[in-house]
Every structure is written in C-alpha cells, then in structure tokens.
C-alpha cells in the first residue's frame, strides 16, 4: 500500500517527509508535453497537483473552495506614498499632457510575480495543513489523525475537524508528545523489545495487586508511630521537600531548577496513579538524593581545608597530582577533579534533557527522523514556537515578486495549466 500511495512506477507526490516521497521528488517531470492537447495538458497538471495539494479533500469539495482571484502584493516606493497622494497621475489626461520619467530616478529591475503558484491557497487554511506547514506532524495524513483524536487546540479549544479554515490571529497548539513521536526516529528492533519487556512488566505487577475497597479502622493515638508510612505519603513528603529546596536556595542554575521541576512533575503524575507501588516511591527518592547531591558536588582544591594529617596529605596528592585522580569524600560534599566534574557535568545534562526512556513511542534519546532536512521549512504566514508546539496562522498567503508564499514542488506553467482546468468550470 505504501508504495502504490507514494506511486514509484507512476509518480505521485504527497504532502509527506517519506523516503520514497523523497525519491519521487527528485524525479519528477513536467506533464507538458507539445503532442497532447490543451484539454489532455489541464487534465494532467490538474491531476499531478491535486496528488500533492489537499489529496485528502474531495474534488466537489476542492470545487466549491477554489477562488478564482488571487491574493497578491505589490512593492511600492514609501518615499513616494509619503510625498504625494497619486493625484498627479491624473493631470492632463484626455488634453495631451505626459509626465516626464526623471532621467535621476534609477529603475529597478523586479522580478515576475508567480500568481500562479497560488491556485491551491485555499487548502493552506485548512487546520491539518497548517499542522504540516509548522512541522509538527511529518505528513497532512497523520496531522489530520492528531485533530481527530483531539490532541489539538484552537484558540485554547479542542478542535477534532481537520477542514477547520484558520483564520489571521488564529492560535493553533498540539501536544509535545505526538509532536515528538511524529518528527522522531521510530525504534529499532532492540527498543522495541525493551518496551515490550517493560509494558509486560508493569502488566503483570499491576495484576499481582488485587484491588480491595478500603476498610475504616480506628487507630488509637498511641499506635501513630507504628503503622507503615503509606507511598502516596511518602511522594507527597518528597514533593513538597523539591519545593522547599526550588523555594529556598537563591544560587541554583537553570538547568538545576528544570531538574527538579522534572522531579516534581514526575512525582504528582505518579500521585495521579490508581495504585502507587514502593518501588516507584524508592526511585523517586534516590532521583530525589542524586539532585540534592549534585548540588554538593565540588572540585579539587590545591590547598586542603581540614588540618593536615599523613593519611589527608597523601590523599590530596594523589587526587592532585596524578592525572589517574580519583574523587574523594570530604565531610558532606563528594570532591571530584575539575575534569571528571565537567564529564559528569555534561553527562547530567544530557541525561535531563534527553533521557533513554523505553515506555516511549519513539526512540530515545529523541533525534530527528531520517529525511527530515529536506522539508524542514516553515512559511512566512505562519509564527511558530517549537518549544511549546505552538503556531499562530499570521495571514492568508500571497503572492509577491519573484516569490509565491504557497510552497509546491511544481513550476508556474503546470499550476497554470490546473487553474485554466478549474476556471473553466466556475
């Protein structure tokens, strides 16, 4: 079915970051040809066009949402505009009068505007190939799913039709994670064991819980202290305790405070769960203990702090002096050397930003998919924050010299020849 969609025999080229779309792509030719017919040559670059733009709209529908006029700007010299009104261009019309051209004023050579490119705006309106056009989806196929399964906002408002037509202003958001699972590598053939292995994993432990409906019994006040600390309390300490470190200390960095919000979050979306087992509350407390470490984490100092003793003395030497230098616990805080702190530095950050996580969709850590360079291109009317996998639909495209804002693979003549194929039936 891929490869029939994709048409590697006959092409077709689809709105689609695939290798084989890639391929056809590279190979493309001009319908045009002199043996054929004015009818058979609109009836091929209409064909050939209509593949790429909007395949997933209907032709009636397609009918009823093309325009004949075409949206376009003109440059215009603001010095002028901002001299005279336009008046003057009138003077002396029907009585013989012409204006002189100034010999001082030099004119520049523009380049043709390509109206033609612009035959299929309409369809860069519609919501799922405004999802395309901002790269967050890696097809209009799979943009057009994430609207469905209402995992996209308009304006702050769950949207599930796909031909929703934007409007200038019109803020349209879908959630980081599909984003990340459309524009990510997919996993190998080891990740996807390891997921399976994980997935079974969970599956069998939550069946070895049985569910039972909780029983109310009266606890004397004396038997407060032995009864087993409960995990949901436990996760509830611990968060409040990484709120009380974010609040508290001044001088922590950046990437610092984004760990422990990381934590923090991790910590409420594990309250959320129904059943919340010890081993999660264990992680999340040594994940608690190696932040709160790090914090302590210092390099190696020429000159030593405690009083100097034979044993203490050897030890800064050798952690000093020999470039095999080992890190060393003094007091509360681990001392390291400067370049082990660095390595372990990058390491975390690393780790933080992109962590290995097998219960993912994608392959971790995240990296782009492959043949994404070729399409990793964003419009002029669209503003788009991939950070928060936002975009704002700034304005309806339009045509300027030299420029069609309206990306297509195909050249003037053939959405000419498609625009003729559909004038004539308005």
Known sequence: MRHRFYGLKKIKVRQSWNKYNLYNLSRIKSPISQQQTFFQQKWAAKSLSRGYHGETIREKHWQRMFRPTLRSVVPMNHEYLARTDGSEQALGRGSG????????????????????????????????TAIFRA???????????????????????????PGYQLNPGDMFQVEPERVLFATGAPKDRNERRAGRKLRALAKSSSADIPEKEPEIQAVPEDAEEQVPQDPKGVLTSLLTQAKSILNTTDDLSGKKKR?????????????????????????????????????????????????????????TTETNGSPDAKPRIDGSTIVLPSDERRMLREALAEAR?????????????????????????????????????SAVYLRHPVARPG??????PFPAEVNGLAFNWYLRRR
């Open 135 to 161: 790269l967050f989806a890696s097809s209009t196929r799979q943009a057009r799913q994430f609207v469905v399964h209402g995992y996209v906002k308009v304006n702050g408002k769950k949207m599930i039709y």
């Open 97 to 128: 009068l012409e204006m002189r051209p100034d010999p001082d004023r030099k004119l520049r050579g523009l380049a043709r505007t390509p109206y033609m490119n612009m035959v299929y705006a309409p369809t860069e309106r519609r919501l799922d």
């Open 353 to 389: 930003e992109n962590p290995i996580d097998p219960s993912k969709a994608y392959a971790t850590p995240w990296r782009p998919r492959e043949y994404m360079s070729a399409f990793a291109f964003v419009p002029r009317y669209l503003e788009v924050h991939h950070k928060i996998c």
């Open 403 to 408: 420029l069609g804002e309206v990306p297509t």
């Open 259 to 315: 760990a422990l919000r990381a934590f923090s979050k991790e910590v409420k979306r594990t309250l959320s769960r129904k059943t919340t087992d010890t081993t999660i509350t264990d992680s999340l407390d040594a994940q608690l203990l190696e932040l709160t470490s790090r914090l302590n984490i210092s390099e190696t100092s020429t000159k030593p702090t405690t009083p100097t003793t034979p044993t203490a003395t050897t030890a």
